[in-house]
Every structure is written in C-alpha cells, then in structure tokens.
C-alpha cells in the first residue's frame, strides 16, 4: 500500500506561478500511474492531469492545457504538477492519486479509477 503526501501549494497571484509535489512511501513508485485532481468548493473532485507509470505518456485537461505540467521522478518517488499562468479558477484544494496498472502505457483521467489519495494541499490564487 503507497502513502501519498501533497506539498507546495499555497497564495499565489493570478500570473504566477507553483509546483506542486507529492511524496509516494511504503510502495514500489514506479508501479504506479500517478494523476492530480483539485476540488474547489462546492464543486466536484475534477481531474487535473494524469502520468503513466514510466512518464513517457500524460495527459492534461483542457482547462490546465498549456498552463499545467505533470511530471515524476521515479529515482525521488515523487511527482510534480508544475503550475503557470494560475488564474482564480485554479483555486482548490489539489489531490493527488495512484493507480496500480499493468501497463507501463496507462494513464486515467476518472477518479474512482484511483486506489490511493492524498490529504490534498490547498492553492489559493488572488485576482
């Protein structure tokens, strides 16, 4: 079983700029297909980007496209979400999750598809 531990958020003003990471412990970490979600108040967990296990595949929602980088460093068991050009509706609360897939191909976009979460880490962007 992987523990999953968020860090990095905090106040930010729209323009700039944070990188999240999340520390994995107690599992192999390169097992593991890694995704970020957020969760805004009042609102659904909605996902944010996804990697595969060896890094070589990711995939970003349109709303964070070109803004936003996932990436992960299997030798630090951690990975990262890169954010730029943060606007107001980038502020939640940023979940990070793992998955135990076969394929070193795979990622997942949906969050019950997840085994393991974070407690989350809170990104607040001022207008």
């Known amino acids: 079983q992987v523990t999953l531990v968020e860090s990095g958020g905090g106040l930010v003003q729209a323009g700039g700029s944070l990188r999240l990471s999340c520390a994995a412990s107690g599992g192999t970490f390169s097992s593991y297909a890694m995704g970020w979600f957020r969760q805004a108040p009042g609102k659904e967990r909605e996902f944010v980007a996804a990697i595969s296990r060896s890094g070589g595949i990711t995939y970003d929602a349109d709303s964070v496209k070109g803004r936003f980088t996932i990436s992960r460093d299997n030798a630090k068991n951690t990975v990262y979400l890169q954010m730029n050009s943060l606007k107001s509706e980038d502020t939640a609360v940023y979940y990070c999750?793992?998955?135990?897939?076969?394929?070193?191909?795979?990622?997942?976009?949906?969050?019950?598809?997840?085994?393991?979460w974070g407690q989350g880490t809170q990104v607040t962007v001022s207008s």
């Open positions: 999750a793992a998955d135990r897939p076969v394929s070193l191909v795979y990622i997942q976009t949906i969050a019950g598809g997840y085994d393991y």
